[in-house]
């Protein structure tokens, strides 16, 4: 079983210049945990997942050695946030995501997943964006597969 037959096709996604209100609106009313990033010929440039708005959020090392987690004031950092929301996606996100391509094999591109610790990963061809795979989908996929008796069948 290949990657394209438990991907997502037509995967929500953002341009590098959208603003992180945008993207945060999406993450808490419809449940996305992560979008792609694509430039203007739907290349793939990047992943912005909610560990990526929130991360600027977080209290700095630096500060905790120097002064300790007790004085570091969470309230006033978690008041930060609209400053976050203003910032573009372009400026938080990850760039040079790991991809995967449509014609891997499922259980590799599972692998993959898994050895970086993503529950969702892109699935690009020729670099660019042609869906998503969650660690839901493999599952599905598998789950059907073996159910229906397909499997045996490939």
């Known amino acids: ?27 808490c009313l419809y449940r996305f945990h992560g979008l792609a990033v694509v430039d203007d010929e739907n290349r793939l440039v990047g992943v912005i997942a909610e560990k ?11 500060d905790m050695i120097a002064h300790g987690m007790a004085t570091v004031d969470l309230d006033k950092e978690m008041g930060r946030y609209g ?15 790991v991809a995967v391509d449509p014609e891997m094999h499922l259980l ?11 529950r969702r990963i892109p699935v690009a061809e020729d670099g660019k964006l042609v869906g998503m795979l ?15 008796g397909t499997l045996n069948k490939r």
Do not use: C, W, Y
């Not at 991360?55 to 700095?60: A, I, N, Y």
């Not at 590799?108 to 993503?118: D, E, G, K, S, Y």
């Open 52 to 62: 990526d708005v929130l991360h600027s959020l977080f209290p700095k090392i630096e």
């Open 83 to 97: 400053e976050v929301l203003e910032q573009t996606v372009g400026e938080l996100m990850t760039p040079n995501p």
């Open 134 to 148: 969650t660690l839901g989908d493999v599952h599905k996929a598998i789950f059907h597969a073996n159910v229906t």
């Open 1 to 27: 079983m290949k990657v394209k037959d438990a991907m997502s096709v037509a995967p929500r996604a953002v341009k590098p210049d959208t603003k992180v209100m945008e993207v945060a609106s999406a993450m």
């Open 108 to 118: 590799r591109a599972a692998t993959v997943m898994v050895r970086h610790n993503f």
